[in-house]
């Protein structure tokens, strides 16, 4: 009986041990089969988010913000860190020979830029890598189903200029007053002559800043004409806002171009400096800024009344109503005491501290 007991049980495990290994390895290769059907697609944008991990993102729910349109001119010595070098230097390039790379190997999507000038990032409006070059005549050879360029024929030279969009906005939950670039537009500049004819812009595509982020982190620009180590980064250089560029439109309720109400260039000019102004004096408007003057001249008041018995001033500060935004201005009251002793005393000195 004992021998046929343990014959049963050694059955019983063996059956076992056939049984469910098969069921595991049809499991495990199932689950193989669909990690290697993605596995292609998202292993470079895994990486470069692993190594980008942190990145400001703009809340949906704001209580305020202003969308402005920016060109950048890449002759600007501000703006010269996306522009140089030209063509590529060992292990430096420049912005656009950088992005053009990545949208050639499908790192990063383009999008269509249309003719009113607005951005989106839909799927409809994906631009395939063989339009972008067959439209602007760039040269390619295409091997195994891969385009391949030269960096003699990527056309970083000729792209002298940036639209970008950046959103300056309010974030209540934080207290932040931020500006962000959202979108990046590479501009080809063509047809110019010997003869002082302009060179016509074609703006290229559009690139979300977001997706973009992660491989402009990697890319270091040097940044300074007396320092001339690289330690900033394209990214960097966008989250700090050293770019130096002139309004060209703004999100409005008729969807226009400043050279579509302004009749000349001193208008425009004009314009740009009015939309630059409401934004300081928004913010302004927010934190209550004082000028040096004032918060000098302010703590000199309170160390006198102090001094005479009396206490600080009670300042108010208006707020700004209109296009333009009133400047800030401040009732103050001051309430003369005699001291008890008939003389006064030495004056206290304070400081009060400005926010900026």
């Given at each position: 009986m004992k021998r046929?007991?343990?014959?049963?049980?050694?059955?019983?495990?063996?059956?076992?041990?056939?049984?469910?290994?098969?069921?595991?390895?049809?499991?495990?290769?199932?689950?193989?089969a669909k990690r290697g059907a993605t596995k292609s697609q998202s292993t470079t944008t895994?990486?470069?988010?692993?190594?980008?991990?942190?990145?400001?993102?703009?809340?949906?729910?704001?209580?305020?913000?202003?969308?402005?349109?920016?060109?950048l001119d890449l002759t600007k010595d501000a703006n010269a860190p996306l522009y140089y070098?030209?063509?590529?230097?060992?292990?430096?390039?420049?912005?656009?020979?950088?992005?053009?790379?990545?949208?050639?190997?499908?790192?990063?999507?383009?999008?269509?830029?249309?003719?009113?000038g607005v951005e989106s990032f839909d799927e409809k409006d994906k631009m395939e890598v063989r339009d972008v070059l067959d439209r602007y005549s760039i040269y390619y050879e295409e091997k195994d189903g891969k385009f391949v360029v030269e960096n003699n024929d990527v056309p970083s030279a000729e792209v002298t200029r940036y639209y970008i969009k950046e959103s300056v906005y309010l974030d209540q939950r934080t207290g932040t007053f931020s500006t962000k670039v959202t979108a990046i537009c590479p501009v080809l500049m063509r047809g110019a002559d010997d003869f002082g004819g302009e060179a016509t812009p074609y703006p290229l595509f559009w690139l979300n800043y977001d997706e973009v982020a992660p491989w402009l982190s990697r890319l270091p620009v040097m940044?300074?004409?007396?320092?001339?180590?690289?330690?900033?980064?394209?990214?960097?250089?966008?989250?700090?806002?050293?770019?130096?560029?002139?309004?060209?439109?703004?999100?409005?309720?008729?969807?226009?171009?400043?050279?579509?109400?302004?009749?000349?260039d001193s208008a425009i000019i004009k314009e740009q400096k009015r939309i630059e102004k409401e934004?300081?004096?928004?913010?302004?408007?927010?934190?209550?800024?004082?000028?040096?003057?004032?918060?000098?001249?302010?703590?000199?008041?309170?160390?006198i009344r102090?001094?005479?018995?009396?206490?600080?001033?009670?300042?108010?500060?208006?707020?700004?109503r209109g296009s333009g935004g009133s400047s800030s201005t401040s009732s103050v009251k001051v309430k003369k005491t005699k001291s008890s002793g008939g003389g006064s005393s030495a004056p206290r000195v304070s400081v009060r501290r400005q926010r900026r």
């Open positions: 046929l007991f343990l014959i049963l049980m050694m059955a019983g495990v063996a059956t076992c041990m056939i049984a469910q290994p098969t069921k595991r390895r049809v499991t495990n290769s199932t689950a193989e895994d990486r470069a988010t692993l190594m980008f991990p942190i990145k400001q993102s703009m809340p949906e729910d704001v209580v305020w913000r202003r969308d402005v349109y920016r060109t070098p030209v063509e590529p230097r060992g292990r430096q390039v420049n912005l656009f020979t950088y992005i053009f790379r990545l949208m050639l190997t499908g790192r990063v999507d383009a999008y269509t830029y249309k003719l009113d940044a300074s004409n007396l320092n001339n180590v690289t330690n900033m980064t394209v990214d960097d250089y966008f989250a700090m806002n050293r770019y130096d560029g002139k309004i060209y439109k703004t999100n409005n309720l008729q969807g226009l171009a400043l050279t579509n109400y302004c009749k000349s934004i300081d004096d928004f913010e302004e408007g927010v934190w209550g800024h004082m000028s040096a003057e004032d918060s000098i001249k302010a703590a000199k008041e309170d160390s102090i001094a005479q018995g009396g206490t600080k001033t009670k300042k108010s500060i208006s707020g700004r």
